[in-house]
């Protein structure tokens, strides 16, 4: 008699997984994303395939699995990768009882040998008319790959125009949505864009992306699918995957986050603190945290609001303090606090420093103090547990 699953899952559960599982495996090169979906029991297929979408690829072979088939294969890809955010959606126990963990490699794109060996203009970095360039050539891609039918409508040599759902306006839509005209068509009009217009559009394209999946092939001379359905989770994931490519590399790193706004990108070793859970429910500790995450890396921060962000978590520290005592020697509960009040941080009085570099040290002591308090909570449900 065949077995039958019949667990029921948290809404999103699967989902969830989902994409962490595609996320891992995209980390690798495209030439081994085949083996490795093997390897952890998925389908097969090809390198070319892969290349042409890393997370596409995974996802497209774990929306045809059940979902205790989905599971058995997250647990595969946590054991064998160590991805704590898939552990941790799986619930598995870790061994390290503060966060430390190196973040999963972004599924970026691979350098070649001139940038390797620092012989590329700029060391590699995009200038604006380089990556509006760039960018350009990304969305030609998508939209020709039917990204954005749904929303933006396509053309028909029978209809001419077949409206989408914003319908036969853009321009009108987008200055509705962003406040500004002349926006659209995006062939025409980026090369004109400020940095201001050129982050609200890829925003405004994030909310408006959707993978195709299913069509009818219209043969009149040639016209090409008209899609209609769509996958709009999808095709977010695959906009974001290629889009971050791009602004990493664009002056000193930006990203879009998985809510389609552009921040600043985190220095390298400490993305994992962004969006690592905080399990501490009291004195609003983890609103003020993500608050002060999110006021540092927007677009617009000033060194005034860089400074309220490394404020802002002082105070969440300063909540902890007196369980932090019981978890902490005296010398280095006094050292952290010194920090923020010897910088001007916290208080306002004589014989603070108030001349060093911003830039350097607001960034130094925000993700001090943001490691700081994950250690510092951990620490502490530790202790209440033993």
């Not at 700029?122 to 998508?142: C, H």
């Not at 989408?164 to 926006?183: E, H, Q, V």
């Not at 608050?291 to 921060?301: G, L, P, T």
Request: proline share 5%; hydrophobic share 35%.
């Amino acid at each position: 008699m065949p077995v039958t699953h019949t667990t029921t899952y948290p809404p999103g559960f699967i989902k969830k997984l989902r994409d962490r599982v595609a996320e891992v495996i995209a980390a690798s090169s495209a030439n081994d994303v085949p083996a490795i979906c093997v390897r952890h029991g998925l389908e097969g297929g090809d390198r070319s395939e892969a290349m042409g979408g890393k997370i596409r690829y995974v996802n497209q072979r774990l929306l045809t699995l059940p979902n205790y088939r989905v599971i058995e294969v997250a647990e595969s890809v946590a054991m064998d990768d160590g991805d704590v955010e898939l552990l941790r959606l799986l619930d598995v126990p870790k061994t390290q009882p503060v966060p430390a963990q190196a973040p999963t490699p972004p599924s970026g794109r691979r350098t070649y040998y001139s940038e390797r060996n620092g012989r590329t203009p700029n060391g590699g970095r995009l200038d604006r008319s380089t990556f509006i360039a760039l960018f350009r050539s990304e969305f030609t891609r998508l939209e020709e790959a039917g990204f954005f039918a749904e929303h933006f409508g396509f053309s028909c040599v029978d209809a001419d125009r077949i409206d989408g759902l914003l319908g036969s306006d853009i321009n009108a839509r987008m200055l509705f949505s962003i406040g500004k005209p002349f926006l659209w068509p995006i062939d025409n009009q980026c090369a004109n864009y400020d940095q201001d217009d050129l982050f609200s559009v890829i925003e405004f394209l994030f909310d408006h992306v959707s993978k195709p999946l299913t069509g009818t092939f219209h043969q009149y001379n040639d016209c090409g699918m008209h899609w209609n359905t769509f996958d709009r989770d999808l095709g977010q994931a695959e906009f974001r995957s290629t889009v971050n490519v791009l602004l990493d590399r664009y002056e000193d790193g930006w990203e879009l986050n998985t809510s389609g706004e552009i921040l600043e990108r985190a220095p390298e070793g400490t993305e994992s603190l962004l969006t690592a859970e905080l399990p501490y429910d009291r004195g609003n500790v983890q609103s003020r945290v993500q608050s002060a995450i999110k006021k540092f890396r927007q677009r617009q921060a000033t060194p005034d609001d860089r400074r309220d962000a490394v404020r802002d978590l002082g105070d969440a520290l300063e909540f902890l303090r007196p369980e932090a005592k019981l978890v902490m020697t005296k010398k280095d509960d006094g050292a952290l606090f010194e920090i923020a009040n010897n910088f001007g941080i916290r208080h306002n009085r004589e014989g603070q420093q108030t001349d060093y570099d911003q830039t350097i040290w607001l960034s130094w002591m925000f993700y001090f103090y943001l490691a700081t308090i994950h250690a510092v909570v951990r620490l502490i449900n530790k202790s209440k547990a033993d």
